[in-house]
């Protein structure tokens, strides 16, 4: 009796081990780097936007989103492990639906996720113009809710106040007031309710005029308080100006960002890139990303996008329940497969962090931008949120994965089945080379032309590019025994 009892409390205990080892932990930002803790080494973000069906991917009223349909995700991780993903970034999120399966199956695939808190639906985010309107008690008490919702996966790498706010001139002059304040409620919210410390930033568009007033209006600090709430605890940037084969480290303004951001005093990374008007895509931007170029400013990058919708950035095409591997994947995955990632994702974080600049309006360059640093108050009913939280609030866990066997059909460029795809758990963040699987060849295939990806039409509603080399980045997007015995003492307590 004795000796059974303790084999199936080891069997279980191994289940759970299992599961704990695969988890992915919690980064901590040092200056302008993330870093884990326990190595002292620097993360690079090589993540992916997974956003499945584009914005009509998220609907309310069906009770579905991108993070709720298990069986998808298993198949969309294990793809995405196979190109060396180790995070995703997720757009539009329903916070009252359950994501404990696809948040689990990706903590053990090893990719973190990156949440965007606002969604295109009206009153679910901040408005370029006239902010304030959209600056409500219902509206920060969804974005509470999506922190709550994903807070408890340790795999959440950080939340995305807002994305492209600022993007034309109209929005400069009181957006940036508003983002700060929002982003001031999502860390208070978070320091008053939720356990991890998870950090707050934003996503920008790479306009260059006004690119670098936002990164100084948000990175800056009051008083000199580099705990001041209201300051972004990182800046991203949504920038496609690499376009083509022909473009290189110097033609696509890339080491002008490396020069303007190398002084940051918070983390600086890419959440979209990928330029389309230039097919095929042959990503030649990533040696330089995760080369000494730039690694010693940039925190990686965000690969735009995972599935192809109307504006044509995808690496996959999914119809019904059938997803085709295009070619710009494979050549993704051979660029990928050409860096020596272990070299990359072993480099110790710095000793020292920039000085973080106090905010005044000398450091912001453009006359129309707003110099304004005095923030609105949280609207009616509001502070009452962040100081006790929401109710009801919605709570994710890590639960157990059974099975990690995809099970939906899967076919290569050339229409040829790919069977025996499955995730792969590992015991840190995904790196390629943790799991494999013959996806085809990078070959333009003469049957993407059918599904519309020839690149023939790659307008889309970032497609703004211009020929100005300081406006070249305008998007064109879009120990085991420790516990056995305690817990088997338990039973004889």
Not at 65 to 73: A, N
Not at 266 to 282: K, L
Not at 356 to 373: E, G, M, R, T, Y
Request: aromatic content about 10%; proline content about 5%; glycine content about 6%.
């Amino acid at each position: 009796m004795l000796l059974a009892l303790i084999q199936s409390t080891l069997v279980a205990l191994g289940a759970l081990a299992s599961t704990a080892m695969a988890a992915v932990k919690p980064l901590e930002i040092k200056g302008q780097e993330f870093v884990d803790a326990d190595t002292g080494n620097k993360f690079q973000i090589v993540g992916m936007a997974y956003q499945p069906g584009g914005s009509a991917g998220y609907n309310p009223t069906t009770g579905v989103d991108p993070l709720s349909h298990p069986e998808e995700c298993k198949r969309d991780a294990a793809l995405m492990q196979i190109l060396g993903v180790n995070a995703i970034r997720v757009y539009n999120l329903d916070p009252n639906i359950n994501h404990d399966e696809c948040a689990s199956i990706f903590n053990d695939a090893g990719m973190y996720m990156m949440i965007d808190v606002n969604s295109p639906l009206p009153g679910e985010a901040i408005a370029s113009v006239e902010p304030w309107t959209t600056y409500h008690v219902g509206y920060l008490n969804r974005t509470f809710a999506i922190v709550e919702a994903f807070s408890n996966y340790p795999n959440t790498l950080l939340f995305f106040s807002a994305n492209e706010v600022i993007e034309r001139d109209e929005s400069v002059e009181f957006a940036p007031q508003y983002l700060r304040a929002v982003t001031r409620d999502l860390k208070n919210y978070i320091k008053n309710n939720i356990k991890r410390q998870i950090p707050v930033g934003y996503s920008a568009a790479d306009v260059r005029k006004m690119l670098w007033d936002t990164w100084n209006y948000l990175q800056c600090s009051e008083d000199d308080d580099k705990d001041d709430m209201s300051r972004a605890d990182l800046f991203a940037l949504n920038s496609y100006s690499w376009c083509g084969p022909d473009a290189t480290f110097t033609t696509s303004s890339y080491d002008k960002l490396v020069q303007g951001f190398k002084d940051s005093s918070i983390p600086i990374f890419f959440s979209e890139y990928g330029c389309n008007e230039v097919q095929p895509r042959v990503w030649n931007e990533v040696n330089s990303m995760y080369g000494s170029d730039m690694v010693g400013t940039f925190s990686g990058g965000v690969v735009y996008e995972y599935t192809m919708e109307d504006n044509n950035y995808g690496l996959v095409n999914i119809t019904g329940d059938t997803l085709t591997i295009l070619s710009d994947f494979n050549r993704l995955k051979e660029k990928f497969a050409g860096i020596k990632w272990k070299d990359v994702q072993s480099q110790k974080a710095s000793s020292s962090a920039p000085k973080v600049p106090k905010c005044s309006s000398s450091l912001i360059k453009q006359s129309a931008f707003n110099s304004n640093f005095t923030l609105p108050r949280p609207p009616p009913g509001a502070q009452e949120l962040i100081d006790d939280g929401i109710s009801p609030k919605p709570q994710g866990k890590i639960v157990k994965i059974s099975d990690y066997q995809v099970t939906l059909e899967v076919r290569d460029p050339e229409g040829k089945e790919i069977k025996g795809l499955k995730v792969v758990p590992v015991n840190s963040f995904n790196m390629a080379g943790e799991n494999d699987a013959d996806t085809g060849t990078g070959e333009h295939s003469t049957s993407e032309n059918k599904n519309g990806t020839d690149g023939s039409d790659s307008s889309s509603s970032n497609n703004n590019s211009s020929g100005d080399d300081d406006d070249a980045a305008v998007l064109t997007k879009p120990m085991m025994w420790a516990v056995v015995l305690p817990l088997v003492a338990m039973f004889f307590a």
